[in-house]
């Protein structure tokens, strides 16, 4: 089992960054893929960014375009997204989720509680 416990979120403007944390529980960390999702009020939760358990490739939802960075690190039982040129449509409650399976994301999934992310024009 996987506990997963986000940390870094909060109000920012338009053109700010946030850095997300999130801390992992369970000597199996380092196997997982790891992922973030967002939700936003009325919209489906959709993938921000993922990174298998190696570390060694990531993928990123469309509309990213490179202003956000995933990593990880293994030793420490954490993943990081950092968020820059952030957007008001980044506004989002964003979570952190791990996998057994990085593309297509799935499989033995586990998922923290979520962190809300709100940034203001």
């Known amino acids: 089992q996987v506990l997963l416990k986000e940390s870094g979120g909060g109000l920012v403007r338009t053109g700010g960054s946030l850095r997300l944390s999130c801390a992992g529980s369970?000597?199996?960390?380092?196997?997982?893929?790891m992922g973030w999702f967002r939700q936003a009020p009325g919209e489906e939760r959709e993938l921000v960014a993922a990174i298998p358990w190696n570390g060694l490739r990531t993928r990123y939802g469309e509309f990213v375009k490179g202003r956000f960075t995933i990593s990880r690190d293994n030793r420490q039982n954490a993943v990081y997204l950092q968020m820059n040129s952030l957007k008001p449509e980044d506004t989002a409650v964003y979570y952190c989720?791990?996998?057994?399976?990085?593309?297509?994301?799935?499989?033995?999934?586990?998922w923290g509680q979520g962190i809300q992310v709100t940034v203001s024009p």
């Open positions: 369970g000597r199996s960390f380092s196997t997982y893929a």
């Open positions: 989720a791990a996998a057994g399976d990085y593309d297509p994301w799935g499989r033995d999934e586990y």
